[in-house]
């Protein structure tokens, strides 16, 4: 951690590049090379403020969390995989250069690569390869003949200092479309209609995405992704379980982990329209408390040439926790919203950070240098350190010298939502800002999904909870007696039977009722303990129970 002597040095140093530098943003810039076995902060002066060396190379991308740790992947040596940046592994590492976490994913069978990104919650997601031998591909409907290695995501929560456990897991197998065969599983007459698949059959080749970008939106509890191969950028759902994000329903935008979007080559899924990417990396959102914030934005390496990159910025056709489309068409919109011609040319890696003034920082990897532009596309401070720069991060003060609270927590009572104290609160219903309500309480009017936003003391980072699914119950007196009738169901996800847990479904006049998401009654049932769902599609339904006390409902995922 940062000590008295290194905040005198800051201070200092922050007035003078105040005074040289006045319209950029931040105070220090994180930097590490691939390949290399150093990151080093430096100032807006180009001063190194604090460096940290490591006994292994960095396989891709490195980032500073809070309070000035370091998270790196890792390029682990006598790995089954071979290819571009493979990782096999990645640590947390502190402002002293202890290591806190070092954690493996590396077998014959699947390897990380590429990017990494930190949750607000302390976990870790990563991308990894899995690989198919070429019977599965066949067995799936793909005419390749050979091996694949279609792409998981993988989240990890720490259990140790070399540990960690598996909470949630995505994988690309599990969500694949062909039209060549139907006696082959997978089989669709049309790709099209199901564009939120992937064609095994449209790069025939073993590395057939090359995912290398990824970032979480903890507003929507979304997942956007890049695939260098496949030129575009997708979205998926993270409020799935991972038996959910292995089907095509449930979550907070019902299709499991299916792509809730997808951007940049239509082709891909025989949609009509142009191809807009030509070799995309660093996917991200645009952050709260940012200019254009919730838009998609892509590093484009070919984006104005073949002799100069990009940053195009994507304004998604968001509707709820889903994207806008016309089914047999392409996703909105046909091309970039905004795009940065970049200051230079780079073939491969790259990134870019939208900055709260309105300022980018642009990082050009094989020039080795990064620099930051004006809303107006002014450069106002750029560096070459050299070396193959795959990314770099703008920071303050604030946020390197101060250690992350804890995420706010909501409680939901029969009528109110409550948030653990904190300087600031905002709420949010649905993944959207509800204006006005900062408040540590707020009484909801709607069922949905509400979470909170919150800032520590110093007021410099946003936290957000975890979201909070509330059912609204417009009757007079229910509300306040709905803990009375709690019950639960088991288990959720099921594949069809529902067991119902509540004493009370043993007294008379005790109503059981089902309904689809959008709240239409399918079936309803007195005094019962078990309901069947197998006649019904996958999907996400309410199970309501009510009587003479009060009425309660539950979420259920059905997937058979």
């Not at 909170?452 to 979201?467: I, K, P």
Request: charged residues 15%; aromatic residues 12%; proline residues 3%.
């Amino acid at each position: 951690m940062i000590n008295i002597t290194q905040k005198m040095i800051f201070a200092f140093t922050l007035l003078f590049s105040t005074i040289a530098n006045a319209q950029q943003w931040g105070n220090y810039t994180l930097y590490a090379a691939q390949n290399g076995t150093n990151a080093t902060l430096i100032d807006t002066n180009g001063t190194t403020y604090h460096s940290w060396t490591f006994a292994t190379q960095t396989a891709y991308s490195t980032y500073l969390l809070q309070g000035g740790i370091i998270l790196r992947s890792v390029k682990k040596s006598g790995v089954s995989f071979q290819g571009g940046p493979i990782a096999g592994e990645f640590q947390k590492v502190d402002w002293d250069g202890n290591i806190l976490w070092d954690y493996s994913y590396s077998t014959t069978t699947h390897c990380s690569h590429h990017d990494i990104e930190a949750m607000p919650n302390g976990n870790v997601i990563i991308i990894a390869y899995d690989k198919k031998t070429s019977s599965e591909v066949a067995a799936a409907g793909g005419t390749y003949n050979g091996e694949m290695w279609p792409e998981s995501i993988i989240e990890i929560k720490q259990t140790g200092a070399t540990t960690g456990d598996i909470v949630w897991e995505w994988h690309l197998w599990d969500h694949l479309v062909q039209n060549v065969d139907n006696t082959k599983a997978n089989y669709s007459a049309s790709i099209v209609n199901n564009s939120g698949l992937y064609n095994i059959n449209y790069n025939k080749t073993k590395d057939f995405m090359h995912m290398n970008g990824i970032d979480y939106d903890p507003i929507k509890d979304q997942i956007t992704f890049s695939s260098h191969y496949l030129d575009e950028m997708y979205i998926i759902d993270h409020s799935t379980t991972s038996l959910e994000a292995a089907s095509h329903a449930g979550g907070n935008s019902g299709k499991g982990g299916d792509f809730i979007y997808r951007y940049g080559n239509p082709s891909v899924y025989e949609a009509t329209g142009n191809t807009v990417i030509d070799v995309v990396h660093d996917a991200h959102f645009i952050p709260e408390g940012v200019p254009n914030s919730g838009y998609l934005v892509g590093f484009i390496n070919k984006g104005i040439s073949s002799s100069q990159s990009s940053v195009d910025q994507v304004d998604v056709p968001r509707n709820g926790y889903n994207y806008d489309l016309t089914l047999g068409e392409a996703y909105a919109p046909s091309t970039y919203t905004l795009r940065h011609a970049c200051n230079g040319y780079t073939s491969n890696q790259g990134n870019s950070q939208q900055l709260p003034n309105g300022n980018m920082l642009v990082c050009m990897a094989f020039l080795g240098s990064m620099y930051e532009v004006d809303p107006q596309g002014n450069t106002i401070w750029t560096i070459t350190p050299g070396g193959t720069l795959v990314h770099a991060y703008r920071y303050d003060e604030c946020y390197v010298s101060n250690v992350a609270s804890e995420l706010p927590v909501v409680t939901a009572g029969s009528s109110t939502l409550t948030s653990t104290i904190a300087s600031t609160y905002q709420w949010y219903y649905n993944g959207e800002q509800l204006v006005g309500e900062t408040n540590q309480t707020y009484t909801p009017s709607v069922s949905g999904i509400y979470l909170v936003r919150t800032t520590d003391a110093n007021g410099c980072v946003f936290y957000y909870s975890e979201g909070v699914y509330f059912e609204y119950i417009n009757t007079s007196g229910v509300q306040e007696l709905q803990k009375n009738v709690a019950f639960s169901v088991y288990p959720n996800p099921t594949s069809g039977m529902l067991e119902i847990y509540d004493t009370k479904l043993k007294q008379n006049n005790t109503i059981v009722k089902v309904l689809d998401s959008s709240g239409k009654v399918l079936f309803e049932t007195e005094n019962s303990t078990t309901i069947d769902l197998s006649s019904y599609e996958n999907g996400l339904y309410l199970i309501t129970i009510s009587n003479s006390e009060g009425s309660q409902t539950k979420r259920v995922s059905l997937i058979k």
